[in-house]
């Protein structure tokens, strides 16, 4: 009987549809594994397809080459310790959210996901099936229980793991972050040791993945919830955790142990690590940007120029004669700072030439919100011109209030393939500048100190399409309306849920039309960062033509 097992942790960075190049990273971890004199090396859930594949499971010709791809790394790594990898099983008519283990050449055996989430971002009931639960796997002589992500949540699946005579427990993951989500699992997963007794090795994938990160944090827990490993966030990590079996079972050595940072960096590098996988995965190598001398453009051009380097981002500005002369200034200011191209495109022409084109159909009526969304248009149109000449990929830039209430130009500046920010409230956004200026970490690509100037974050918010306009002209003050949308959106509240939280029965009714109203702009926006367990598209869907309003 073996008294020392080592597990290999390879917290590792997969993308979704490519199979041969998540089959070279498990190689390359098995291979670091077996230097390490590892008896099993582990990585996360659907590793081999990436996490979440979605609908892209269900194409048989797809689920084949996956199985095909597994069982070619079964044949690789048959010299060496046994390998974990998780995958889809097709069994029969069903179709498993599995995880393998491969041992001599060969799958030696599968355990099925028994609890499919199906909520959130999770449709898993949708394409995949509920096995039986199943017992533990024998590795080198040692039983381990792999419960698959969700199944470790609940009681159940752990229990009959240990039941059945488990001796450690490994949950591979495909988790992804939303703030304080690490406490979260902490939690539930020190519930299951104290439950069981086992020591239990928590290990999640990172990277981001459309609009998901996967923040990684994998850590090993002893019997009472001891903790004896803690993996970084949002890193690949390779790591080797030893456990020895004393009289009380087996207990982890003491290993890698990184502290994590707070939740402002880390929604921050979020939102880093989420545009540049989502370059870096669909082959664009460049973006651009509409830079207003605004505040929401100056953090997106930041995060950015941190994802993908100064050479990478074009910024550019197109005024109007309502851009301001401060606006003008800090926008070139801030381009400088980072270091990043700066072009100026005036649309005063194009605008002159559409206004015209438009003033027979427009004679005898006033001017309004028609007139003023043509500059935004416009804008719109000329930066997808650059991005189709350049093959650049535009960004948009709207923040998660302006994104909930509708305050943002459908066809105009929410033209884009992708929103860093669009998770992030308007005052978290002045907050996470603040944050930037201040702090400068090593995966940050621009350079250290004061890259979005003062003036941008202290001045009035404006979309200044008309002479002297300010963004409380249309809206509620910005922390009045983001308090009004966290018990709204965030927290499925009502309106009267926000009278007892001390806001106006006015404001609270108008921004809940304003949020039910702008639902086909969401339905046509390009997809960005998750930071919240409430984020727009997946976390919430609801319908575009909804005339319920809540009485209050």
């Known amino acids: 009987?073996?008294?020392?097992?080592?597990?290999?942790?390879?917290?590792?960075?997969?993308?979704?549809?490519?199979?041969?190049?998540?089959?070279?990273?498990?190689?390359?971890?098995?291979?670091?594994?077996?230097?390490?004199?590892?008896?099993?090396?582990?990585?996360?859930?659907?590793?081999?397809?990436?996490?979440?594949?979605?609908?892209?499971?269900?194409?048989?010709?797809?689920?084949?080459?996956?199985?095909?791809?597994?069982?070619?790394?079964?044949?690789?790594?048959?010299?060496?310790?046994?390998?974990?990898?998780?995958?889809?099983?097709?069994?029969?008519?069903?179709?498993?959210?599995s995880y393998y283990v491969l041992e001599g050449g060969k799958v030696a055996a599968v355990t099925h996901k028994y609890f499919l989430p199906n909520f959130n971002v999770f449709d898993e009931v949708r394409v995949f099936s509920r096995d039986r639960m199943q017992g533990p796997v024998s590795v080198n002589g040692v039983r381990v229980g792999m419960p698959v992500c969700e199944d470790a949540w609940y009681p159940d699946v752990a229990e009959a793991m240990a039941e059945s005579g488990a001796e450690i427990l490994l949950v591979p993951n495909g988790s992804p972050y939303f703030r304080d989500k690490f406490d979260t699992r902490l939690n539930k997963m020190v519930a299951r040791v104290v439950e069981t007794g086992l020591p239990l090795v928590y290990l999640n994938m990172i990277g981001g993945q459309d609009d998901q990160v996967f923040d990684g944090g994998s850590f090993v827990l002893n019997a009472h919830g001891r903790p004896a490993v803690k993996l970084p966030v949002l890193e690949e990590a390779v790591s080797t955790v030893e456990f020895l079996r004393g009289p009380d079972g087996w207990v982890a050595q003491e290993g890698d142990f990184t502290a994590h940072p707070d939740e402002w960096e880390q929604d921050y590098r979020v939102m880093v690590q989420s545009l540049r996988d989502y370059c870096g995965k669909t082959g664009f190598?460049?973006?651009?940007?509409?830079?207003?001398?605004?505040?929401?453009?100056?953090?997106?051009a930041t995060i950015a120029v941190d994802a993908l380097g100064a050479d990478n981002v074009r910024c550019v500005m197109l005024p109007s004669e309502y851009t301001s002369e401060h606006s003008l200034?800090?926008?070139?200011?801030?381009?400088?700072?980072?270091?990043?191209?700066?072009?100026?495109?005036?649309?005063?022409?194009?605008?002159?030439?559409?206004?015209?084109?438009?003033?027979?159909?427009?004679?005898?009526t006033e001017p309004g919100i028609a007139e003023e969304n043509i500059q935004s248009r416009l804008r719109g149109l000329l930066l997808m011109a650059l991005s189709n000449k350049f093959g650049e990929m535009l960004l948009t830039t709207g923040n998660k209030s302006e994104v909930a209430v509708g305050y943002a130009t459908i066809y105009g500046d929410m033209a884009g393939g992708y929103n860093p920010i669009k998770d992030l409230y308007k005052t978290r956004v002045f907050e996470t500048c603040?944050?930037?200026?201040?702090?400068?970490?090593?995966?940050?690509?621009?350079?250290?100190?004061?890259?979005?100037?003062?003036?941008?974050?202290?001045?009035?918010p404006s979309a200044e399409l008309r002479a002297d306009q300010k963004d409380s002209d249309s809206l509620p003050d910005y922390p009045v309306l983001d308090g009004i949308l966290d018990i709204l959106v965030d927290q499925d509240g009502s309106v009267s849920d926000c009278v007892a939280a001390g806001f106006d029965k006015a404001d609270a009714k108008r921004v809940e039309h304003l949020i039910y109203i702008s639902e086909y702009k969401r339905f046509q926006a390009a997809p960005g960062a998750r930071l919240t367990r409430r984020a727009f598209w997946l976390d919430r869907r609801y319908p575009i033509v909804n005339r319920w309003r809540d009485g209050g």
């Open 1 to 97: 009987m073996t008294d020392r097992f080592r597990l290999t942790m390879a917290q590792l960075n997969p993308t979704v549809g490519d199979l041969a190049g998540n089959a070279a990273k498990a190689r390359e971890a098995w291979a670091q594994g077996r230097a390490a004199g590892a008896d099993l090396v582990a990585l996360p859930e659907m590793f081999i397809t990436g996490y979440q594949a979605q609908d892209l499971v269900m194409k048989p010709a797809f689920v084949t080459d996956a199985v095909r791809h597994i069982e070619a790394l079964a044949a690789d790594c048959a010299d060496g310790p046994a390998l974990a990898i998780g995958g889809p099983c097709p069994q029969g008519t069903k179709l498993h959210n």
């Open 434 to 460: 603040r944050w930037r200026n201040a702090n400068h970490r090593g995966w940050m690509q621009g350079p250290a100190g004061m890259v979005i100037p003062e003036r941008i974050i202290t001045k009035p």
């Open 329 to 364: 200034e800090d926008a070139r200011a801030c381009a400088e700072a980072l270091g990043c191209r700066y072009d100026f495109v005036p649309i005063a022409e194009g605008r002159r030439a559409i206004t015209d084109t438009l003033a027979p159909l427009f004679a005898g």
């Open 285 to 300: 190598g460049r973006v651009l940007l509409g830079l207003s001398g605004g505040v929401d453009s100056a953090l997106v």
